[in-house]
């Protein structure tokens, strides 16, 4: 179908159209900016998310050695024994925040697990590991978050800014230059009418 | 006695050795280990359902243990039943003892506390269901008070004044040595050095593993040095109280001298459960070297037992190790019979 069919080739409809395509080309070159300020933000987001994984993934690595090693030493029920000590467990919040428009989640730690027993010195090494590890993997976790938040964004505003320059903003055009054709034409038909009129009433005279 | 010392060669050359240790380290699977075990004299083995089959696999190498304890003091003269008897059930009943505080203390449950008890009968203690129910601290040291572990219920005071359990874990690894000595005392001279070492042993490494434990914790009481060490033997308390205070380690460890430099080694690099593993090699060294001086005596009996134990350590931690899909190389140096020759 075409973008012109049922169009009102009326000279208020083409003001109205008018005055739509501007503010459209505004708003595209607004999205246009926010893409490119996203995608900015999302190259170097990544990198700093690779850097910071990669970190992580050494001292996990190193966490899960130790704890290993306390299991191998201490046997799997001594370890679930002394693990049982550990009462006050994680507890965090889920607060919203926000960057271009684009939310992703903040998570704020209520409270840190406490051993309140006595730990065996071999696990007692093996937790210190894990828990100095325990804020960054929450950061990272946020940070992936939100990096996946400003990549889906990213798309979002990409298909709009697509659809807007290659769909809607030259239908609109195509639409404008139909109504103005229609109107020149009903113009130049105004005129000739007129032209006729005046002519067989100069011969009438 | 001539009876039990035979006996005790030929179930000696039932263990499993260093070469099938390490095969079924190499296992695959959880099933794999259980089908290599399978066909060695731990035969068929059933896990328990609803529980984590590395920790139902550990309860059944405790009690296989045990067992082998049971056919061992029935055949030895009394004195010597005695000795074992008390050597390694006092020594599961201080590690079930110190589950219980530690649960006490953290507030677990009874159920809780109990899963995680060794699987055996109470040996000189209260039965271990009332102690695990007794409503805290308190009432679980008054519990103890007139048996065996009264001196553990006389440290309620320093366990109060530092709010914390070590003064009564200390006590009952202190009890125990002093349980196991004077129960050596008993048997002839020959008899005693082997046992004596190995107890004097792991009581210097304990101490001084909580000895760097306690240099390491922030507590606010300020813990005081010479009030944590009640025995102690080839590690002075002065070098105890320095490393507490925060002295350099190496230094320390390194003025320790053979076997404990060697022994504690790994501290420099962190690895604290590699320590454990050294002193069961040591351990391993000093029976075998008795038997090298005396196969016909108490030697090979306690060597029996010795590496019993030390097979079942390994196999609760290869078992582990198969649930969590380790291969062999990371995880065999912790292990003791794969590695000696």
């Known amino acids: ?205 | 006695m001539t009876y039990a010392v035979v006996r005790s060669h030929a179930l000696i050359a039932d263990l499993l050795t260093s070469n099938q240790m390490r095969s079924i380290a190499a296992a695959d699977s959880l099933e794999e280990f259980m089908t290599q075990l399978s066909q060695t004299p731990y035969g068929q083995i059933s896990l328990e359902p609803d529980i984590n089959p590395s920790i139902s696999l550990e309860r059944v190498f405790y009690r296989k243990f045990i067992e082998r304890i049971v056919k061992i003091v029935d055949i030895v003269p009394s004195k010597i039943g005695d000795l074992l008897q008390t050597y390694y059930y006092m020594r599961f009943e201080t590690l079930n003892l110190d589950r219980i505080i530690r649960g006490k203390f953290s507030e677990a449950t009874p159920a809780e506390i109990q899963a995680n008890l060794v699987p055996m009968m109470p040996f000189r203690a209260p039965s271990y269901p009332s102690l695990s129910e007794a409503a805290d601290i308190d009432s679980l040291l008054e519990l103890l008070k007139g048996t065996v572990y009264n001196a553990v219920a006389e440290k309620l005071p320093a366990y109060k004044q530092y709010d914390a359990i070590w003064p009564l874990q200390l006590e009952l690894q202190h009890l125990y040595s002093i349980t196991i000595l004077n129960t050596v005392e008993k048997l002839p001279r020959d008899q005693r050095r082997m046992i004596s070492k190995i107890v004097e042993l792991e009581a210097d490494i304990e101490n001084f593993l909580m000895a760097v434990k306690q240099s390491r914790s922030q507590k606010d009481a300020e813990v005081k040095p010479e009030e944590m060490f009640d025995a102690t033997y080839g590690i002075p308390k002065e070098t105890l109280h320095l490393v507490v205070d925060g002295a350099d380690l190496r230094e320390s460890v390194e003025s320790l001298g053979e076997p404990y430099s060697a022994i504690l080694a790994p501290i420099y690099e962190g690895d604290v459960a590699l320590i454990r593993t050294n002193l069961r090699s040591q351990i391993y060294q000093t029976v075998n070297q008795a038997r090298a001086g005396n196969d016909f005596g108490f030697n090979p009996i306690m060597a029996y037992l010795v590496f019993s134990e030390l097979e079942k350590d390994d196999l609760v931690g290869v078992a582990w190790a198969k649930e969590q899909g380790l291969q062999g190389e990371e995880f065999l140096k912790y292990l003791v019979v794969p590695n000696v020759t």
Do not use: C, W
Not at chain 1, 44 to 70: D, H, P, T
Not at chain 1, 137 to 162: C, P, Q, Y
């Open chain 1, 1 to 205: 179908m075409s973008s012109t069919s049922g169009v009102q080739p009326t000279k208020g409809y083409l003001m109205e159209m008018q005055r739509r395509i501007v503010f459209i080309e505004r708003g595209t070159e607004f999205l246009k900016l926010k893409r490119d300020h996203l995608a900015k933000e999302l190259s170097e987001s990544i990198e700093v998310l690779r850097g910071r994984r990669r970190l992580l993934l050494e001292s996990l690595g190193e966490a899960y050695k130790a704890v290993q090693a306390a299991y191998l030493s201490l046997g799997p029920t001594e370890v679930e024994s002394q693990a049982d000590s550990i009462r006050s467990t994680l507890d965090i919040d889920l607060l919203p925040k926000s960057i271009m428009g684009v939310q992703y989640p903040y998570i704020k730690i209520l409270r840190r697990p406490k051993v309140e027993g006595e730990l065996d010195i071999t696990l007692s090494y093996a937790s210190d590991k894990v828990f100095s590890i325990l804020e960054e993997i929450i950061r990272l976790a946020e940070f992936e978050s939100r990096v996946e938040r400003i990549a889906d964004e990213l798309g979002r505003t990409n298909r709009k800014v697509n659809a807007l320059e290659n769909t809607v903003i030259p239908d609109m055009k195509a639409i404008i230059k139909f109504i103005q054709d229609k109107l020149d034409e009903e113009q130049m038909e105004d005129l000739v009418r007129i032209k006729l009129i005046g002519g067989a009433l100069a011969s009438e005279k």
